[in-house]
Every structure is written in structure tokens, then in C-alpha cells.
């Protein structure tokens, strides 16, 4: 049974609501003040009436607190082990001038605070896992707030660099401050990312604009061989950030590695979507969307078989139009390629900390002023999840060491995000993250329900080590899913450094490596665990074996032939098309 229709509509707050609750969603950053209030509630009102927990937690303060007072006391004697161990990807306190006693001592003494309140948020009887991992996640990030690493006076680094510098370091953290606080007011764009505009330093892969209506331009690469595969590939990229992730510069460009290898390939570029738009839905973007895009390859194709990819939530949508198109007589997919593209939403990781009920009311009230939501506010919430790095490393590093850290391709495209129309939005949070409907046989498309079981052409699913907003094992469970034969790999990095992975090249990443294997229908281990103990692990890149992978599934060679694309005003449309411009 799907989904009743008035939990997934977005609702439009009354209009003496508006302007309070506009006032308190901007003044929270986006972040239901009443979804915290009510895990935190949840969670003192259990532990208030369990003693047994108290009593444990008094015990664990008070071990920490002898075990730091001996640590304190000996390691003047430079003979000292440490009471605990951060975390293996938390590095802020691995450099030599931490292990001085005195900056020992406030490490660690932060580490076991750190430890405790990790103690007390979790496992607490009767409160619920959601609200549990708010408030776990939440005292996270305040404590992270008041590490030592983040002031001058007990930063050894800081100290040391201030004192070598005169302070210069400090003048010139104050000025990079600044800079950034004035393009945040402004609304301007971070600095050196004109260095990085689509078409001149990055999107220089030759190709034109075949096809645009209303949500997408589609682009076609220019041929880079005689003869191409006779099966086209379509990119479904995600749309709340630009479509270049995967043509970025031309060293790590998936796309001219593609055409080089003998891939006729096309490519989504999404709309900026503004306030017009607002009535958008994920209807919209599966008809306009992926499906239009799929009609025109197949009819410049000559009707030949379509390998399809998609990119995060790119790959969401490609796999409902799977669905949609599965059994029917004029099907166009050969095959269908996922990339970190989450199919099952029942533990999305960190990212479902900002899903509920009443955070969607809250975004549903942001969204009603202009009817859609700032990409910059989704990308905030992934900078909370991973904070340490996104956000108080670059503190340190330019705030109070003075540094200043080169723009790359990579973080120039990661500020170019777009909007998101506030219907589409709201059903794709309540639809799929908040009830589950795609993994669980509920997902309406035009009122019929679909199942992801009735895919049966070729899969392969990439997940990678590290993602932040796809987790791999929640990736993994597509394989299980579908009624296909499915190629799951694994590679190293995260949610886009994982993707972009180069084969060679200055761009390369000389510490990549990927675990892949492949199962028939239904036969893959329902434990992602067991997939990864059974599955060795080798150097390198995904790119080749996933390029070999679709030459496995392609019928022979073609003749080359050169694109046509659209003429406006007597001139070709060329990539990367106008849609990629829009801000």
C-alpha cells in the first residue's frame, strides 16, 4: 500500500506562521530546533529514571578522572602511555608538539571527556535509536567545538607558528576570516573558484548540446576513436550539485576516459531550478528527466541497447526508471550502473540524523519563501557530518595557522550547488528517507506503484570506503534488492574522491584500491560484511574494470560518426551547454 498522498504533499505554512517560522529557520541554520529539543528530552527523562545507568557513569567519570590525574602526574617523566587513543581518522592531535607534557595533558583530557559523553548518549533504555544518535551527534559536535586544537592558547601548533611569525600568522587568519564572512554575507563564492569556471579549467571534454526542455540540457561528447562501442552510455548525475563532479579537469575526468576508450557517451545537466519551479516533483524529474533523456539517446542510437549510470541521487532516480521501464517490450537499458547511489533508506547513516518529521516540517517552512532550498544549506549538513575535517581543520589551518589552502577542481565544483524545487524535495524525503517506500514496494510513480525486484538487466553497484552520505553497506543492499546480476565493488576514498579515481595521471591516487565481485540474481551475501571478507582487495583504479565490465555487455563496434547537436542564433550549443551556468 503506498504512502497516503497528504504525508508526502509539502505543506504550505498558514501565512501567520510564516514569519516566525522563517525567522527561526534561518536563525538554526536550517536545523528543527524541536527535533533536537525532543531527543535531548527523550533522553533525559530516561536517564533521569535509570540509576543503574547513573551509577555507571559516575563510575566511568571517576576512573577517567584517576587515570588522567596519573597520566598528569607521570608524563613529566616522559614515561607515560596514554589513556586513550583518538580515533584512527581524527588527527588533530598527531602531530609532535602534542606529545609535550603540558598539551598531553589537555588532549587527553579532552579525548576522555569525549569519551564519556559518547558513554552517556548511548545506551540508555527506552530511548529511541533516532533520537539516541541526534543526541550522541549533537554533543559531538559541541565538544568538538571546544577542543583545544581550535584556540591559540592550546594549540602547541598555533603557539609555535605565532611566535615564529610575530603573529603575522594571526593577522593573516584575521584577513582570510574576513574575505570568507564577506562572501557568506554577500552571497558571494568562495575565493579562487574563478579559476575553475565549466568550459575554461574544468567541463572541457568536446562534445554539444543534443537535446534541452525545461529541467535538462543533454550533452554528447565528441568521439575520440574510429570506431565506439554500439551501445551508448547516459549520466544521470545528481542534481543538487552540478553535473562537471564527473568531467572535472581533463587529468581526472571520467568522461574523456570514457570517449577515450571508445564510449559514445551523454550526459544529464540539470537546471538551476528557481521559484517558479517550486511545484517540480520527482514525477517531473523521472519525465523530464531521466526518461526524456533515455528517449533521445535511444533515438540517436539507431535504437541500439543504452548503458546507464547514475551518480548519488542520480542514481535513485535511474534505478525508479529502471523499475518504471522493467518488462516492457521497448525497454531501452542493456545495463544499469550505480554509483554511491543509496536504493534502501532504512539506515542512511549520519545523513538520516536530519530526517524526521519535524525536520521536514521545518525544511517544508524554509522552502515556502521562494520554493526551493539553497543548495548551500543541504551542503552545510554534510559539512556537519563530517565536521573535523570540513570545518575546524580549516579553522586551524586558515584561521589561526594563517595558511591559505589552494583551491582544487574538486572543492571549487563542491561550492557550485543548486536548488532544489520545494515539492520535489519534500516527497524525496518523505518518500524515500522517511518511510522507505522505494525499498519497500510502496514508491507511486504516476499513482502505480513500482519494485526495484522487477530490474533484471545487468547491475553494477559502487560503494565507496568512506562516504558520508551513501554509507557502503547501506549502498550494498541494491544488490539484494533487485532480481539482476549484480557486480558489486568496493573502492577506497569517500563520496566523491572515491568516484573520481583516475587510472594514472598527476590526479591519480597512488593509495587506491577496490574489492569487486559478481553474483547471479538474488545470490549475493545478505551480510556486507561477509561480501567484504570474501572479496580480496586490489591496487589501483575502478575506472578499467568497470569500463571492461560494459564492453563485456556491449554487442561489437560502430563507425565513429560526429555529433548534431542544437544551433542557437546560427551557432552550436557546445558543451558544457547554458543550464551549467545558471546560478
Known amino acids: 500500500m503506498a504512502t497516503p498522498e497528504h504525508l508526502i504533499a509539502p505543506h504550505e505554512p498558514a501565512a501567520m506562521d ?208 574510429a570506431k565506439v562501442d554500439a551501445e551508448p552510455l547516459l549520466i544521470v548525475p545528481s542534481w543538487i550539485m552540478k553535473y562537471y563532479i564527473l568531467d572535472l579537469t581533463p587529468e581526472d575526468s571520467l568522461v574523456r576516459f570514457l570517449v577515450g576508450q571508445g564510449h559514445t557517451v551523454f550526459m544529464v545537466s540539470w537546471r538551476n531550478p528557481g521559484s517558479k519551479d517550486r511545484g517540480l516533483g520527482m514525477d517531473d524529474y523521472l519525465d523530464l528527466g531521466v526518461l526524456a533523456a533515455l528517449k533521445e539517446v535511444k533515438a540517436r542510437s539507431g535504437g541500439a541497447g543504452i548503458h546507464a549510470m547514475g551518480y548519488c541521487l542520480g542514481g535513485t532516480l535511474l534505478s525508479i526508471a529502471a523499475a518504471v521501464l522493467a518488462g516492457k517490450a521497448d525497454n531501452p537499458l542493456k545495463t544499469v550502473s550505480l554509483l554511491a547511489a543509496e536504493t534502501d533508506f532504512h539506515d542512511p547513516g549520519e545523513l538520516g540524523l536530519f530526517i524526521d518529521e519535524s525536520q521536514i516540517a521545518f525544511l517544508e517552512d524554509l522552502m515556502a519563501e521562494h520554493g526551493y532550498l539553497d543548495g548551500r544549506q543541504m551542503a552545510g549538513a554534510f559539512q556537519l557530518i563530517n565536521s573535523k575535517d570540513l570545518v575546524w581543520s580549516k579553522l586551524v589551518h586558515e584561521y589561526l595557522m594563517g595558511a591559505h589552502t589552494p583551491m582544487t577542481a574538486l572543492r571549487a565544483w563542491n561550492a557550485d550547488a543548486t536548488r532544489l524545487p520545494a515539492r520535489m524535495h519534500s516527497q524525496y524525503l518523505r518518500r524515500l528517507y522517511l518511510h522507505n517506500d ?22 553494477f553497484i559502487v560503494a565507496t570506503e568512506r562516504d558520508h552520505v551513501s554509507p557502503w553497506k547501506t549502498v550494498y543492499k541494491a544488490c539484494r534488492l533487485v532480481h539482476a546480476p549484480v557486480t558489486f565493488l568496493l573502492t577506497s576514498g569517500g563520496h566523491n574522491v572515491g568516484i573520481v579515481n583516475p587510472p594514472s595521471g598527476a590526479a591519480a591516487h597512488p593509495q587506491a584500491s577496490y574489492r569487486v565481485a559478481s553474483h547471479a540474481p538474488g545470490k549475493a551475501p545478505a551480510d556486507p560484511r561477509a561480501w567484504q571478507e570474501t572479496s580480496p582487495s586490489s591496487p589501483g583504479s575502478w575506472w578499467p574494470t568497470w569500463q571492461q565490465w560494459l564492453r563485456r555487455h556491449s554487442s561489437g563496434k560502430v563507425k565513429a560518426r560526429p555529433v548534431v547537436g542544437l544551433v542557437q542564433a546560427g551557432t552550436p550549443v557546445l558543451a558544457p551547454g547554458t543550464y551549467v551556468h545558471q546560478r
Open 18 to 225: 510564516l514569519p516566525i517560522k522563517l525567522g527561526l529557520a534561518r536563525l538554526a541554520h536550517g536545523v528543527s530546533p524541536s527535533s533536537v529539543a525532543q531527543a535531548f528530552s527523550d533522553w533525559l527523562t530516561h536517564l533521569a529514571v535509570s540509576p543503574s545507568k547513573q551509577a555507571e557513569l559516575a563510575s566511568s567519570a571517576l576512573e577517567k578522572a584517576l587515570m588522567w590525574q596519573d597520566f598528569a602526574a607521570r608524563v613529566w617523566q616522559g614515561d607515560c602511555e596514554p589513556c586513550v587513543e583518538p580515533v584512527p581518522e581524527d588527527k588533530r592531535f598527531s602531530r609532535p608538539e602534542w606529545q609535550a607534557p603540558a598539551f598531553g595533558v589537555m588532549a587527553q583530557a579532552f579525548l576522555l571527556q569525549q569519551q564519556w559523553w559518547r558513554e552517556a548518549a548511548i545506551g540508555v533504555r527506552g530511548v529511541s535509536r533516532h533520537h539516541e544518535e541526534v543526541v550522541d551527534f549533537t554533543l559531538r559536535q559541541w565538544l568538538d567545538t571546544w577542543s583545544p586544537s581550535n584556540f591559540v592558547a592550546t594549540n602547541p601548533q598555533v603557539m609555535k607558528e605565532t611566535l615564529h611569525t610575530g603573529g603575522l600568522n594571526l593577522a593573516t587568519g584575521f584577513a582570510n576570516w574576513s574575505r570568507d564572512a564577506l562572501a557568506v554575507l554577500s552571497d558571494g563564492r568562495p575565493r579562487g573558484v574563478e579559476d575553475f569556471m565549466p568550459g575554461r579549467a574544468v567541463a572541457v571534454t568536446p562534445g554539444k548540446v543534443v537535446f534541452r526542455n525545461h529541467l535538462i540540457e543533454l550533452i554528447q561528447y565528441e568521439p575520440a576513436t
Open 438 to 459: 522505494l525499498a519497500e514496494g510502496r514508491y507511486p510513480v504516476h499513482g502505480h506503484l513500482i519494485s526495484l525486484h522487477d530490474i533484471e538487466v545487468p547491475m
